[in-house]
């Protein structure tokens, strides 16, 4: 709206100036040339409007005859962030320093010091490696602390993207060689976890000054004292304003006036926008999260993979309640448990095993399936008593909760007895897979038609035409803890836009046979014009004409290619991508818009470029596609084995 009112402001000024000698065409010209100046391109809306907008510092119109104040922040701070960054002698950024005002009242709220050298800087986060290598690294994703205040949370480095390596063992002086843009990166990191958190906070301005960049800001989004907007629920939920939307038109007068205007009762056509994805998840499954132990458990050891065994051991008594000793096993996943044993029990005299209070096995010199005690004396001469038939106690265990004891009689030279539980689960990685279709509801709706499908970056669908594009299979790997797995699926996502009519009624269909007639019976020079009378029929009618003189353009914008040399710098999980490769330095390429110049136009030459076409008409919409198409090729066709092929 600010934009529109300058606009207005300065085509009225112009248009009323006392010009009478200039045509309105001239006119008009003029008040494009003006506005141009200040509007050409983003570095100047933002110097002009968007700054001092933020700011509430005047803004002028466009033919800077007038000034206002806008005041469309509710806080505003002169210095949101500040990053300062230090190289050290290895490369690496040895200090970091970051200041911000959390509540933009003009002054420091906090001031963090990374703990740990940068050796790597990535889109949203840093990789910290032992210095002047890339070795023992380590990845931090930049995060916002409950409290607001901002930190490193280490990840893996498939959380981070877009890293490339910046210390010496990627190449000499690179952060002094390239201060902005690693000051640009790091603060783009920053400022992204910042907003994210908060979509109040906007930033008007980035100045870099030597080593530091400093972040004009405000509070933009809503005068709210709570960062959860309720705007914001919509991107977590994109289906949702659909079903809030229709129900705000219900209860709104003007909304329902106009719906029943015969403007509103015609028809009318929605784009709309929807995803079908396929998710993936993988849950790692770890022993103790399918059974745990607790009670008169002597040991435990591993007996394999996803096995494990128990030993309930204790003294024993001659008395007539021998001692009993008792272990809780509680299942928490009773479908991943494959087996559940008593494997072994041994005593010097007897020991009974019970699960749930019910004897199931002994081990002795005489029978003891009972709750008395077992026949004869207490103590009997000769070596201990062991029992290895195993006892399945599958279903007990799966069942809940199940007590297994060891009920232990003896005395004298023996008075110990124990029973040994073996119980195997399936701790493998437990993958789930769905399809979330959000396009269903579009689909099913019979004023819903297709109108453009994007499958894995292929266009299968455009303007409600089949392409005949088809994405080829692609393979991903998914990651969680210990659990790795690479499925191949035909496709993994699909982005959608269904046109759909709404309110269709009686408002009858426009007349196109006049245009018709129009177009069929007019020359460059002659406008021929039919138009229905009252009587129903038609009236004809023919009178010159010619266009205004539009005046000459240029063929194009005129621009030059240059390019420089570059280090491959940037950083994946096997490490360095320049340390793999057979030459690490290549070529960056750069398209420059020429500036006019009293003999021709000049290319403006950035610093270590090297003109590779002049300035001119150029045309590298085949390269440019035929490099696209490798990168999308090889990316759905690269599968990573051990083996050769």
Not at 347 to 376: C, E, F, L, T
Not at 490 to 506: A, H, K, L, M, N
Not at 617 to 623: A, G, T, Y
Not at 637 to 642: A, E, F, K, P, Y
Request: glycine residues 10%.
């Amino acid at each position: 709206m600010v934009r529109r009112g300058i606009f207005l402001l300065a085509a009225t000024a112009l248009m009323a100036s006392p010009v009478s000698a200039q045509t309105v065409e001239d006119r008009a010209r003029a008040a494009a040339e003006v506005s141009r100046a200040k509007t050409s391109d983003s570095d100047a809306i933002q110097q002009n409007y968007l700054t001092p907008g933020l700011a509430g510092q005047p803004i002028s119109t466009v033919d800077n005859s007038q000034t206002f104040n806008p005041n469309i922040a509710c806080q505003k701070t002169a210095t949101l962030l500040e990053l300062i960054a230090q190289p050290a002698a290895t490369g690496d950024i040895g200090t970091l320093r970051i200041s911000r005002d959390k509540d933009l009242d003009g002054t420091v709220d906090q001031t963090l010091t990374l703990p740990v050298p940068v050796s790597g800087i990535c889109a949203n986060g840093v990789v910290s490696c032992q210095p002047g290598t890339w070795n023992q690294c380590k990845s931090f994703k930049w995060d916002v602390a409950s409290g607001g205040d901002l930190k490193l949370a280490q990840v893996e480095l498939t959380d981070l993207a877009g890293c490339y390596c910046v210390n010496n063992s990627c190449g000499s002086n690179l952060v002094w060689g390239n201060m902005a843009s690693v000051l640009k990166d790091l603060g783009g990191g920053v400022i992204g976890a910042l907003t994210t958190a908060d979509p109040r906070v906007g930033v008007a301005q980035a100045v870099i000054d030597g080593p530091a960049i400093r972040y004009t800001g405000a509070q933009s989004t809503a005068c709210s004292p709570d960062p959860a907007l309720p705007q914001t629920a919509y991107r977590a939920s994109p289906a949702t304003i659909q079903g809030d939307a229709a129900s705000v038109a219900a209860s709104n007068s003007i909304f329902q006036a106009l719906k029943a205007s015969p403007a509103g009762v015609g028809k009318a056509d929605q784009i709309r926008s929807c995803t079908i994805t396929r998710e993936i998840s993988i849950k790692p499954w770890q022993f103790d999260d399918i059974v745990s132990a607790s009670g008169g458990i002597t040991s435990s050891w591993s007996c394999g993979d996803g096995c494990r065994r128990y030993q309930i051991r204790g003294a024993g008594a001659c008395g007539s309640n021998p001692p009993v000793y008792s272990a809780i096993f509680s299942t928490q996943a009773p479908e991943r448990i494959t087996s559940a044993r008593i494997v072994e029990m041994g005593a010097d005299d007897w020991v009974q095993a019970r699960v749930n209070g019910v004897a199931v096995g002994y081990a002795g010199k005489r029978v003891w399936m009972h709750d008395g005690i077992p026949s004869g004396d207490c103590r009997i001469s000769g070596s201990a008593w062991y029992n290895h038939a195993p006892i399945d106690i599958t279903t007990q265990l799966k069942a809940g909760a199940a007590t297994v004891s060891a009920r232990v009689r003896g005395g004298g030279g023996g008075n110990w007895g124990y029973v040994v539980v073996e119980i195997q689960a399936d701790t493998a990685c437990d993958v789930s897979e769905r399809i979330i279709d959000l396009c269903s509801g579009y689909a099913g709706d019979a004023n819903c038609a297709l109108h453009d499908e994007n499958v894995d970056g292929v266009d299968t669908f455009r303007s409600g035409v089949g392409t005949g594009l088809t994405p080829l299979p692609q393979t991903r790997l998914f990651e969680s803890g210990a659990c790795s797995l690479r499925l191949a699926r035909p496709w993994f996502e699909r982005q959608r836009r269904y046109r759909c009519t709404v309110d269709t009624g009686s408002m009858p269909e426009p007349d196109l046979g006049r245009g018709a007639w129009i177009i069929d019976h007019s020359t460059e020079t002659m406008l021929a014009d039919r138009v229905r009378t009252a009587d129903g029929g038609y009236s004809t009618s023919s009178r010159s004409f010619a266009l205004p003189d539009r005046g000459s353009v240029p063929a194009c914008e005129p621009v030059c290619k240059t390019r420089a040399p570059a280090r491959n710098t940037a950083a994946a999980i096997d490490g360095v991508v320049g340390a793999k490769q057979n030459a690490p330095v290549g070529w960056d390429t750069f398209y420059h818009a020429c500036t006019a110049a009293s003999g021709g136009d000049v290319c403006p030459v950035g610093p270590g470029e090297e003109i590779v076409s002049p300035c001119g008409c150029l045309d590298d919409f085949p390269e440019a596609v035929v490099m696209m198409q490798t990168v999308r090729l090889g990316g759905a066709d690269m599968v990573c084995t051990g083996e050769v092929r």
